[in-house]
């Protein structure tokens, strides 16, 4: 398979899918970037690094921070993790309230919103400054240690970010957040408002494709029951009430953020990140779902 001349292919038709997309508006600092822009980047397990369109741009991770944040905290928990967060996908949107209660807060999977600010709060009681632990982790796997924050972007979903604030304070209403809410929901937006490139991305991807040992830093970053674990619930909930539809398109584990990044895995051979800041209704990526369903039909490469 020639993985640059696929991914060349992609970049030229998905083009007019680029307009299609709205950029997320709730947070007022990402309603500013054009839709139109694009980028993909695929590295694999045997060394081999891919990559067209806007390659080297920084966007905001929002929500893949998530698939991160759960493997560093269930490597350091393990099982004992799943006493506060479920591994169900929830078929609702990722900041919805409503299932909340009924489920006495325990969030039904940590990609939601709610099951994001559970594994915060246990990555600070853990390690103090999980959203700098995060960092140095993808500076780290990413071998880029430039990466950083975008603390325009954290302060201003801070400032409109009453949905998690309200999910945050009903969950420590039910004893299922130990720490101070209003540091949670720093660490948390911190964690989001990481900046990286579809290159940064695709890299450190790469220990979630092989078993948990990352080829960059040499690392062993999770068992490999857990790497199967955090892939199977990317494939699961990573794209929240998108996740069959993403099943059925795409056949990999997936991660979206608002932010328009999408990384999937393709475990045993590689990673694959794409960024368009058009979303879809559900939140997510909508050209970015277009170039991956259109990777793993035209490759024949996917889970299933
Ligand atoms: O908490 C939020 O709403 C954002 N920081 C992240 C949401 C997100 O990226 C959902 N992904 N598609």
């Not at 390659?55 to 493997?71: E, G, H, P, T, V």
């Not at 905290?73 to 993790?81: F, N, S, V, Y």
């Amino acid at each position: 398979m020639d993985i640059q001349q696929l991914i060349d292919d992609i970049a030229r038709d998905i083009i007019p899918y680029l307009s299609a997309g709205k950029p997320a508006d709730y947070i007022p600092a990402l309603a500013g970037e054009s839709a139109t822009q694009f980028a993909m980047a695929v590295s694999t397990l045997d060394g081999q690094h891919f990559h067209t369109g806007l390659a080297d741009k920084r966007f905001s991770i929002q929500s893949i921070s998530k698939a991160f944040m759960l493997a560093q905290t269930l490597a350091q928990t393990g099982e004992a993790l799943w006493q506060r967060v479920g591994k169900e996908p929830s078929g609702n949107p990722f900041n919805s309230l409503v299932q909340l209660e009924y489920e006495h807060g325990i969030p039904r999977n940590p990609f939601i919103n709610a099951g994001a600010l559970v594994v915060t709060d246990i990555a600070i009681s853990q390690q103090g400054d999980s959203s700098a632990a995060l960092r140095s982790f993808l500076r780290e796997e990413s071998g880029e240690e430039a990466l950083d924050f975008d603390y325009v972007i954290a302060s201003s979903e801070a400032e409109h970010g009453h949905r998690n604030a309200a999910l945050a304070h009903f969950m420590k209403s039910c004893g299922n957040i130990g720490n101070p809410v209003d540091q949670v929901l720093a660490h948390y937006f911190r964690a989001c408002s990481l900046r990286m490139s579809v290159r940064e991305l695709a890299r450190a991807g790469l220990f979630l494709a092989n078993h948990g040992a990352s080829p960059i830093s040499g690392q062993q970053r999770l068992s490999r029951s857990q790497a199967k674990q955090v892939n199977a619930i990317m494939l699961t909930c990573g794209t929240y009430d998108a996740a069959g539809e993403f099943a059925y398109r795409v056949g990999l584990p997936c991660k979206s953020g608002v932010g328009g990044g999408i990384l999937a895995i393709l475990p045993g051979k590689m990673s694959i990140a794409v960024w368009s800041p058009g979303l879809d209704a559900r939140g997510n990526s909508l050209a970015g779902l277009e170039a991956l369903d259109r990777f793993t039909t035209r490759s024949g490469q996917s889970v299933f």
